[in-house]
């Protein structure tokens, strides 16, 4: 660690892949949290909803399972599948796509990242990595990999 | 604040909305009751929780550890909910602060990106392992399951403690000494403009290789308990890889949210993910995320570790005695 020798004290360049990955994030997640407030507000809204965040937050706080949360509630336990897109219209499914959403924006902002560290920075390595962390991310999403949950 | 705002106006419209958001759904609120919940209850609980989380969201960004470390000890030592829905919930809570200050992070030059992604393939597969194996234990296990990871998190954070101890405040420019070939063919190093002191600094990462190797064992200990990670991520980073403890933390954030989003997955398609828990502190993050994104350039990080060192050990404190007590069946008076 040391001071650099530059007698204008300059602020030094800040790498475009960076910018690019971090931009990307930055928005997706803005707009993630944006349609999440929309969806907590639906859900609060929406008299009699078959999802409804009373019967959610009394198992959830009572402890019971997963299994036993989902139980008797308008949509049935998701079992490896994007459970949300199916409910969108509905409080609880459309918070969730805004949770999704925020959660998804990591695998775009790679790409675009891995792009400028290859045709932009010269700097294929690192490319090579933020492809391979997204593809580990896509096959996460996708559900190539899966838990032991059914 | 008010120079903040006008800064970032994305992050007024967030708290706008948010104050918004929650007026109509306290104003105009439909839910039933349900079990011991009222529907005002319910709104109160949704509330509260996001308070909480704006408030954990600062001291985790400017810490660098991201909001799980405290999110998970907490609920799991002094709720009785499920560890699944803990752990699924902490991911996320350690994960949309890290993902909101990448942005502002990368922008200013405190991340970089080179070092974030050398360490997040070893982080992303480790935090995937980490999770089957929590969810595993969980289905296998049961209550012991949740007792037994009760009291190995209480004893790890015990441990992030006194590494915070340890590491103490000549590690804030660290010195890289002897650099490895490997370490120098890789290229971990750069230069960042360090506002509190009014200049340019350089660093070069060191010890690469041992590094990764760590990020690895740190993925698995996120994914698993639902931490994020974050905790080790700048220990490591700092300690062993001499990187300033600045960009240790700014990078940690980053790290955190791209390790998450792969080991987060398969808990929303297994509905451990339920929105209307996280939702909430999904939103106190994003908001907390920016601020405290924002707060890290000025202030010096050091300060921040006397709060979390404190807080890592009462939390352990009452980890340890709730898995003792299931474990043997007895009662020890703790908090």
Known sequence: ???????????PEIPKSGVAYGETIYWGTIASAVITILGQVVTFLTPGSAISPSVLLSRIWEGKEVAAIWEGVGVARPA????????????????????ALGVFVVIPALLASAWVLFTR?????????????ALITIASFVGVIQMPVG | MQDLMKKVPELSLLIGLSIVGYFVMGAFNQVGEAGALTGGGAFVLVLAS??????????????????????????????????????????????????????????????????????????????????????????????????????LLGLILVFIAILFIVGGSNTEYPEPGH???????????????????????????????????????????GGFFGLGGGWAVVPVLNLVMTTPLKISAASSGVLLAMGNSAAIWPYIKVGALIAALAAPWMLGQVIGGILGAHILARVRANFIRYILIVLLFLTSLKLMSRGVETLLGIDIPVL
């Open chain 1, 1 to 11: 660690m040391s001071e650099q020798q530059n007698p204008k004290e300059s602020r």
């Open chain 1, 80 to 99: 490896n599948e994007h459970w949300y897109f199916a409910q969108i219209t509905t409080g609880e499914g459309l918070t969730m796509f805004g949770i």
């Open chain 1, 121 to 133: 920075e010269g700097r294929p390595l690192f490319g090579v990595l933020a492809i391979i962390a």
């Open chain 2, 50 to 151: 996001f308070i909480l989380s704006v408030m954990i969201a600062i001291v985790a960004v400017i810490a660098g550890v991201g909001g799980g470390v405290l999110f998970t000890p907490i609920m799991m030592a002094f709720t009785t909910m499920d560890t699944l829905i803990i752990r699924s919930t902490g991911l996320v809570v350690a994960m949309f602060s890290g993902l909101v200050s990448s942005g502002p992070f990368m922008r200013k030059g405190l991340a970089d990106v080179k070092i974030v992604l050398y360490c997040a393939i070893p982080i992303i597969a480790g935090a995937m392992l980490g999770s089957y194996a929590a969810i595993a234990l969980a289905e296998v296990m049961g209550a012991q399951g949740d007792a037994i990871v009760r009291l």
């Open chain 2, 179 to 221: 650099v490895s070939r490997f370490s120098e063919w890789m290229g971990l190093k750069g230069s960042y403009y360090e506002e509190s002191l009014g200049r340019p600094m350089s660093y070069q990462a060191t010890r690469v290789g041992i590094g990764g190797l760590l990020f690895l064992l740190v993925g698995f200990t």
